[in-house]
């Protein structure tokens, strides 16, 4: 009788563990959950975004504002707007394909080194995954994380992984299934930095659910938050947007 107690026991153990929910099974709920569909969770791919907020540095936090341009996880190009003592500098940079360049507030550029395309790609990468649309993709793999808090609010994960590219792992509010928190671990001034970004107050952009508040954090400190003013989707940006001026 005992050996029977101790296999429905057993057997009572591992049912959670059967009836727990897949990573892929994650993914779907949190794309339904955008209001759309992964075909056309395509388009995020190709967009352009302003933003407003502070940059963290070691004199302080300053007054910034950046549009952005993306299309797929290798071309990208950043224009800022940085408030230094009262005083606005503009700066900007862009990557495309294997090579990159930099503007300085003096006005002079150069092109970016091998090791910094490298750090900006890694970040891309992990911004092209918030997409949700490359998680259907037979490229990567997926497994689930242990639930953790994001925003004072329960949140399920998912690790993905893919080889030649950082592990990322991606946060999915319990309840509304939306996209609140990535996390991978990135290189500054080749340096490794625990990367990540929470995503919150989310609104509707051509009908589908978009973060207007963003919070990015190096090493469990405040780097950057942003509010997000505007979301379009061209659907096609012409490459000689992100060349070298």
């Given at each position: 009788m005992r050996y029977g107690i101790a296999i429905a026991i057993v057997g009572l153990s591992i049912l959670p563990a059967l009836a727990q929910e897949s990573a892929a099974e994650i993914v779907d709920r949190a794309i339904r959950a955008?209001?759309?569909t992964a075909d056309r969770l395509e388009q995020l791919q190709v967009s352009t975004q302003k933003m407003r907020g502070v940059m963290v540095a070691p004199v302080g936090e300053l007054p910034t504002r950046k549009e952005l341009l993306y299309q797929g996880d290798n071309q990208f190009r950043a224009a800022f707007e940085i408030s230094v003592n009262d005083r606005m500098t503009r700066t900007s940079l862009g990557i495309s394909g294997e090579k990159g360049w930099r503007i300085y507030p003096t006005g002079i550029s150069d092109a970016l080194g091998e090791s910094e395309i490298n750090d900006i790609r890694d970040e891309l990468y992990c911004r092209w995954l918030s997409t949700l649309a490359p998680l259907k993709s037979n490229e990567v793999t997926l497994e689930t994380l242990p639930s953790i808090k994001v925003n004072q609010q329960p949140a399920v994960g998912v690790k993905v992984i893919r080889k030649g590219r950082p592990t990322v792992s991606l946060y999915f509010d319990e309840k509304t299934m939306l996209l609140v928190k990535s996390v991978f671990t990135g290189r500054e001034s080749g340096v490794k930095v625990t990367k990540e970004t929470i995503f919150s107050d989310f609104q509707a952009f051509q009908n589908m659910q978009l973060p207007t508040k963003i919070v990015e954090v190096h090493n469990?400190?405040?780097?950057?938050?942003?509010?997000?003013?505007?979301y379009s989707f061209p659907g096609k940006i012409d490459v000689k947007q992100f060349d070298r001026p």
């Open positions: 955008t209001g759309t469990g400190l405040k780097a950057a938050s942003w509010t997000v003013q505007d």
